[in-house]
């Protein structure tokens, strides 16, 4: 739509990424007036699928999908209309540079088939090691889906038998503690170890990021605990299907509607004016919009309390991750596992990692205001499992990678994006030597192109660290824990409120429960 029917809404939310479709979505079913304004031609935010090169349709910002709630998949009844998600298998596939290769399937015994390459003893340990994250899930999964639980209620949920130890590890551990408690085979560790630093400026043994794992672990696909999907049609169609509901619902949604300001009077959100001039009223406002740029761009840190601005100024929100999209005339011939044909090594996650000390030497690298050298990267082919996403006998490729920060220590992104580009092609070369070639298009996303594309602050694909200090109370400030804000009537409902970021769909389910109790 790029015209409103009303001027005045129960509700307005800023952003039609997927948890502002999904609060909207809620709202509407409630009997609320809702308008979504989304400040792109198209709605989705980052969970979109675009065409940036003729014949191919890629997932630009995020590529795949586990964490999505079973409650909004069965609320917004998606796979009536067309929501469709199929699990990785094998789930990762990742080669090391003495030809050797590990392969994780959806089938433990096969894994622990691949497991028993490297070790005997890690294939013991392989069951232990799920059943900690398992206890842990379990603990923490009915926590994710109310608004922010007391501190009470997080020691509730570990009390008992090995309920200390699962807390340490939870917030305290880092990655690489983990991963040396259960397993000694670095080719079993190294692939492993990356679900801790994905999004994150942070390394392998820097402590919390046990919880980054945790957090990708949270979902549940095809009844596979932590396992991860493509979603046919790519993640547009998340967007697409949660839209369609809610417009069934009376949402109206509005595109090329960039927010300039939400509108305070005595000290209350009254609605929002567009960069165009012009405005619509609303009871409430909610904001799907980054910590950033929801307090500090369009509500202003005048109506604002002074330890909130600070907080929401010392919010961790640089990213340092690289999207970069492939169109390909051939699938990677890997020098580990050979072939140009569809296979194994082509159709679940491609972990580029060969070692522990290889991801946190990227990490180092970043830390020091540069790329990284030689960067891990999960990597994608879509197209190898699902027809239709490019010319016959051609393929898609998503790499999402680190590390490389959003400030250089040395040039602008403009003028080292190619540079960039060509080293982690450069790297993947040096498992899958055809790639270089087989390239006919490439785009190159760094954080700045994030932020100025998809209009997130810093490009931090969670709207800010996923790192145990940050979440909890701490999330979006400390000492301001909640999906309402200090403005009446303005709420965030996006990944920079808890539980975290990522096609989640928790904060924006949350946000919209909160919103009915408060004006019920």
């Not at 191919?56 to 709630?69: A, F, P």
């Not at 840190?301 to 919010?315: K, Q």
């Not at 000390?357 to 990284?372: F, T």
């Not at 996403?389 to 003028?415: I, N, R």
């Given at each position: ?48 699928t675009e065409s940036p090169f003729p014949g191919y349709h890629l997932s630009t910002c995020s590529y795949v999908c586990n964490l999505l ?452």
């Amino acid at each position: 739509m790029t015209h409103a029917t009303n001027t005045h809404y129960d509700a307005i939310v800023v952003g039609s990424g997927h948890n502002g479709l999904i609060a909207a979505g809620y709202l509407a079913r409630a009997d609320k007036r809702v308008l979504v304004l989304e400040r792109r031609d198209i709605i989705g935010g980052a969970t979109v699928t675009e065409s940036p090169f003729p014949g191919y349709h890629l997932s630009t910002c995020s590529y795949v999908c586990n964490l999505l709630l079973p409650e909004v998949i069965r609320d917004f009844d998606l796979v009536r209309r067309g929501y469709e998600i199929r699990p990785f298998d094998p789930t990762y596939f990742a080669p090391f540079p003495d030809g050797r290769y590990f392969i994780s399937s959806l089938d433990s015994a096969k894994t622990r088939e691949q497991i028993a390459k490297f070790s005997s003893r890690d294939v013991a340990a392989y069951d232990a090691y799920w059943e900690m994250w398992d206890r842990i899930l379990a603990r923490m999964q009915p926590l994710l889906r109310q608004a922010l639980p007391s501190e009470n209620e997080f020691a509730a949920a570990f009390d008992g038998v090995q309920g200390e130890e699962d807390w340490h590890t939870l917030t305290r551990a880092s990655i690489a503690e983990v991963l040396d408690r259960y397993f000694e085979s670095d080719q079993i560790k190294a692939p492993l170890s990356t679900g801790g630093v994905i999004g994150v400026n942070a390394g392998p043994y820097d402590p919390g990021t046990a919880y980054v794992k945790f957090h990708h672990l949270i979902g549940n696909v095809g009844g596979h605990q932590g396992a991860w999907g493509f979603v046919r049609g790519g993640m547009g169609t998340v967007s697409r299907t949660l839209a369609e509901a809610g417009e069934e619902w009376g949402v109206e949604i509005l595109t090329s509607a960039p927010v300039a300001e939400i509108d305070i009077a005595d000290g209350r959100a009254r609605g929002v004016r567009l960069e165009d001039g012009r405005r619509f009223t609303s009871d409430v406002v909610l904001s799907n919009a980054d910590p950033q740029r929801t307090f500090l761009d369009m509500v202003g840190s005048r109506h604002l309390p002074s330890d909130y601005v600070s907080g929401i100024r010392a919010i961790r929100h640089k990213g340092s991750v690289v999207k970069v999209l492939l169109a390909l005339g051939e699938l990677p011939d890997f020098a580990a596992c050979p072939g140009t044909d569809v296979g194994p090594q082509h159709t679940g996650g491609i972990v580029i990692n060969p070692s522990m000390a290889y991801l946190d030497a990227a990490w180092r690298n970043c830390q020091a205001g540069h790329p990284s050298r030689r960067p891990f990267m999960d990597c994608y082919i879509q197209s190898a499992t699902e027809d239709g996403l490019a010319p016959e006998g051609k393929h898609t490729m998503s790499l999402f990678v680190q590390y490389a920060p959003y400030d250089l220590a040395e040039g602008t992104w403009d003028e080292r994006r190619d540079e960039i580009g060509a080293n982690i092609v450069a790297t993947l070369a040096e498992y899958a030597p055809n790639i270089t070639n087989a390239i006919e298009h490439i785009q190159v996303l760094g954080p700045p192109d994030i932020e100025r594309t998809i209009g997130i602050t810093g490009g931090n694909i969670f709207h800010g660290e996923i790192l145990p200090d940050q979440m909890f109370t701490g999330r979006p400030v400390p000492g301001y824990p909640s999906y309402a804000t200090p403005v009446d009537g303005l709420y965030l409902c996006g990944s920079g409120a808890w539980p975290g970021g990522a096609v989640f769909g928790a904060p924006g389910r949350n946000c919209a429960m909160q919103v009915l109790r408060d004006i019920s």
